[in-house]
């Protein structure tokens, strides 16, 4: 069965440092997300991406942020300039659509850790 | 606004016994509910969605959940509990009006004793 994949799946970083978190989402999927999920704490919505562009976003998601597309298959989430606060799991997910019935299809995350 | 609730952060059952997780959501327009398992060290699997056919839902594993309106709820049941099903579960909601960000409660966390 497809799934979602995540690279890696831990990264530790110094504050300050840029991350790239990779993912690649299942191969006829249109829409791409990323949530997160600081422990203890609810996972929450950060941004959706459709056709090269982003569709919706969070108020977590700032100019500290982005996402892109490099490829025909990777989808990756910049973190500029990292915080303490940053250290979370990190989510991808695809759907077909973007339909608000769509199941979106969750990879197994990444773990940041920014010392 | 949409927003979910689980109740309980962690349930501890007895293999065999009726497995019941909470969720109440709270939403001004009709939502879409799912509920998403994760075991450790993978990512969120879906087990069930309602949207807006039957109230009454299968999923995968046995499990079932019914959506009832004029309780804002979406509980999750399976009659008997296996070892297999111990993990996290998330209830989340998603709305037309909000787009198509998913909305999770705060998971509940399933012990299973032998």
């Known amino acids: 069965e497809p799934e979602v994949t995540q690279t890696p799946s831990h990264q530790v970083t110094q504050m300050g440092q840029e991350v790239i978190l990779r993912c690649v989402p299942i191969?006829?999927?249109?829409?791409f997300y990323w949530y997160r999920q600081i422990l203890g704490q609810k996972v929450e919505f950060l941004v959706s991406?459709?056709?090269?562009?982003?569709?919706?976003k969070s108020e977590i998601f700032d100019d500290q942020f982005s996402v892109e597309r490099p490829d025909g298959s990777n989808f990756t989430l910049k973190i500029r300039s990292t915080k303490l606060e940053d250290s979370a799991m990190y989510f991808c997910?695809?759907?077909?659509?973007?339909?608000?019935?769509?199941?979106?299809?969750f990879g197994p995350g990444t773990r940041l850790t920014v010392l | 606004a949409q927003s979910v609730t689980q109740l309980g952060s962690h349930v501890s059952v007895s293999e065999g016994a009726l497995v019941l997780l909470r969720c109440n959501y709270s939403?001004?327009?009709?939502?879409?509910l799912f509920w998403y398992v994760q075991y450790p060290n993978q990512g969120l699997q879906l087990l069930l969605k309602?949207?807006?056919?039957?109230?009454l839902v299968k999923g995968i594993n046995g499990f079932e959940a019914e959506f009832k309106k004029s309780e804002t709820s979406f509980h999750l049941t399976k009659p008997s509990a296996h070892m297999s099903d111990a993990a996290e579960y998330f209830c989340?909601?998603?709305?037309?009006?909000?787009?198509?960000?998913?909305?999770f409660g705060g998971g509940t966390r399933v012990l299973v004793k032998p």
């Open positions: 309602y949207t807006s056919a039957a109230t």
């Open positions: 191969s006829n999927h249109l829409y």
């Open positions: 989340a909601v998603i709305t037309k009006a909000a787009g198509n960000k998913l909305t």
């Open positions: 997910a695809s759907s077909e659509f973007g339909a608000s019935t769509d199941t979106q299809y």
């Open positions: 939403s001004s327009v009709p939502p879409y």
């Open positions: 991406f459709y056709n090269n562009e982003i569709s919706e």
